[in-house]
């Protein structure tokens, strides 16, 4: 049959052979080890109602002999909505509120059944602090695992495998910890900096030898979907967690969720909302928020505004055109802290641009910025203007960084992306930042935030902020 070709995939890890078995058990029982908070998740709720009965039996001198029943309902509610589940712990503490609430619904309409026999007050209090308790024990679970790095080994292309650890070691909380990589044939280590084990049917075998908690599979041409499958099968006989990279990059979960087709399973990726009632209610919100602060910051503007005139020439207030909302010009407002002319010396100082991408010109020590403006920038007083485009409409509280033409003109397709929403007084640019970063990096970031807005992030973005004005990082 010399012209028939079979197709066989390459098995990434059979089920653990006799040489491992052993080092399988030892290797298991150490990972089992480590994720005892989690699986001692029940007993820790029986407890937190138990110690809520206790105190509520010496408070009241008594609780009733349904209450009794209370850690069995409680721990049954937790455990159908998923509390147990592996996953992050802000999932499982909504869950937790989730179980309190149904636990609140259920005593209500047995209040409304039964009648006196249900104390409704006391049965509210009493799961008002069983979900404070219940979640209290997840949060302290999950800041002492998230100050133990993961030890990780990646398995993939080398591309793909280069990719996800750039990403890992740029990650702020460094959860995990990478310790090898597993290529599919010997090659040189590709500069990874970490040991390198060449051929998938060693994945298991390089994970214990690493002492890995976790292994990361990042899908290929020589990663097909029956050695993924087989991977699972050899890691879950070695205690060892599996994770499937997607290639999505800066998608928040609330966006993605699995779905099937067929044999098959997909995440689907809902887009940001544009338009709807959270929209309106950010519109409304910022706008009301921004007439409010305009008026109580009036005094401080007019004092800043006579200081700005006196320490050098030229009118207080700098406008400028940005580009808005879909590529439309607008004039931006700011309390000048340059000399006058300043835009007329931009070219003689292009050579000292601390922005190396030539998108953007940042210079930390700029000549054109007078002493007072100094101040101002490092304060961001300078920005409070804006205040004015946010009441137009022409921008948001939070948003892009507004955009100069000259910068729009030199767009690719990534960056335009930035022109679909209004571009805002602060963002993720500002608290993450702000003149400290690249162009590269203040674009991903305008980017995550078009793509994953919601009203919970402008506030979150808001709240850091003052953090970051009173930081001053990045400013200048």
């Known amino acids: 049959?010399?012209?028939?070709?079979?197709?066989?995939?390459?098995?990434?890890?059979?089920?653990?052979?006799?040489?491992?078995?052993?080092?399988?058990?030892?290797?298991?029982?150490?990972?089992?080890?480590?994720?005892?908070?989690?699986?001692?998740?029940?007993?820790?709720?029986?407890?937190?109602?138990?110690?809520?009965?206790?105190?509520?039996?010496?408070?009241?001198?008594?609780?009733?002999?349904?209450?009794?029943?209370?850690?069995?309902?409680?721990?049954?509610?937790?455990?159908?909505a998923g509390a147990y589940r592996a996953g992050p712990e802000?999932?499982?503490?909504?869950?937790?509120?989730?179980?309190?609430?149904?636990?609140?619904?259920?005593?209500?309409?047995?209040?409304a059944v039964v009648g006196p026999?249900?104390?409704?007050?006391?049965?509210?209090?009493?799961?008002?602090?069983?979900?404070?308790?219940?979640?209290?024990?997840?949060?302290?679970?999950?800041?002492?695992?998230?100050?133990?790095?993961?030890?990780?080994?990646?398995?993939?292309?080398?591309?793909?495998?280069?990719?996800?650890?750039?990403?890992?070691?740029?990650?702020?909380?460094?959860?995990?910890?990478?310790?090898?990589?597993?290529?599919?044939?010997?090659?040189?280590?590709?500069?990874?900096?970490?040991?390198?084990?060449?051929?998938?049917?060693?994945?298991?075998?390089?994970?214990?030898?690493?002492?890995?908690?976790?292994?990361?599979?990042?899908?290929?041409?020589?990663?097909?979907?029956?050695?993924?499958?087989?991977?699972?099968?050899?890691?879950?006989?070695?205690?060892?967690?599996?994770?499937?990279?997607?290639?999505?990059l800066d998608v928040s979960p609330s966006r993605a969720s699995l779905v099937r087709a067929g044999g098959l399973r997909m995440l689907h990726v809902r887009p940001a909302p544009s338009r709807g009632p959270s929209r309106w209610a950010k519109e409304v919100v910022?706008?009301?928020?921004?007439?409010?602060?305009?008026?109580?910051?009036?005094?401080?503007?007019?004092?800043?505004?006579?200081?700005?005139?006196?320490?050098?020439?030229?009118?207080?207030?700098y406008r400028q055109v940005r580009v808005g909302r879909d590529g439309r010009p607008f004039v931006m407002l700011k309390l000048r802290t340059m000399t006058q002319g300043a835009d007329t010396r931009l070219a003689a100082l292009a050579a000292t641009n601390d922005c190396g991408d030539g998108v953007l010109f940042k210079m930390r020590s700029d000549p054109r910025v007078t002493p007072l403006g100094a101040r101002l920038r490092r304060y961001s007083v300078d920005e409070l203007p804006q205040l004015v485009n946010v009441l137009r409409g022409e921008m948001s509280l939070v948003g892009p960084r507004p955009a100069l033409p000259s910068e729009v003109s030199a767009y690719d397709v990534d960056p335009t992306r930035r022109l679909a929403v209004k571009p805002g007084l602060t963002g993720l640019w500002q608290v993450s930042g702000r003149s400290d970063l690249s162009w590269d990096q203040t674009v991903r970031l305008d980017l995550a935030y078009v793509d994953n807005w919601s009203l919970g992030l402008d506030v979150t973005i808001l709240c850091r902020t003052v953090r970051a004005v009173l930081g001053h990082r990045g400013a200048y």
Do not use: K, N
């Open 286 to 317: 910022e706008r009301l928020t921004a007439s409010v602060v305009l008026l109580l910051a009036l005094p401080l503007l007019v004092a800043v505004g006579v200081a700005v005139r006196r320490g050098s020439p030229g009118p207080a207030v």
């Open 1 to 80: 049959m010399g012209g028939q070709h079979v197709a066989t995939s390459t098995p990434i890890s059979t089920p653990v052979g006799p040489g491992l078995t052993d080092q399988v058990r030892r290797q298991g029982a150490r990972l089992r080890s480590g994720s005892a908070v989690r699986r001692l998740g029940p007993a820790l709720d029986v407890v937190a109602v138990l110690v809520v009965l206790t105190v509520e039996h010496e408070r009241s001198g008594g609780v009733p002999v349904w209450a009794w029943s209370l850690p069995v309902i409680w721990t049954g509610l937790l455990l159908c």
């Open 117 to 248: 026999a249900v104390d409704l007050r006391r049965l509210l209090l009493l799961t008002a602090a069983m979900v404070v308790l219940s979640a209290s024990h997840r949060v302290v679970g999950g800041l002492w695992r998230s100050s133990r790095p993961v030890p990780v080994v990646l398995a993939g292309e080398p591309d793909e495998v280069g990719r996800v650890l750039v990403e890992l070691h740029a990650a702020t909380d460094r959860r995990w910890d990478v310790v090898g990589v597993v290529l599919p044939t010997a090659e040189p280590d590709g500069g990874f900096g970490v040991p390198v084990t060449s051929g998938f049917e060693r994945l298991t075998a390089a994970a214990l030898d690493s002492g890995a908690a976790t292994v990361v599979l990042a899908p290929g041409g020589r990663l097909d979907p029956a050695c993924l499958r087989r991977s699972a099968w050899a890691l879950e006989s070695a205690g060892i967690d599996l994770y499937v990279g997607t290639g999505l």
């Open 90 to 111: 802000a999932a499982a503490v909504r869950t937790v509120g989730a179980g309190g609430a149904q636990l609140a619904v259920g005593a209500a309409v047995s209040a």
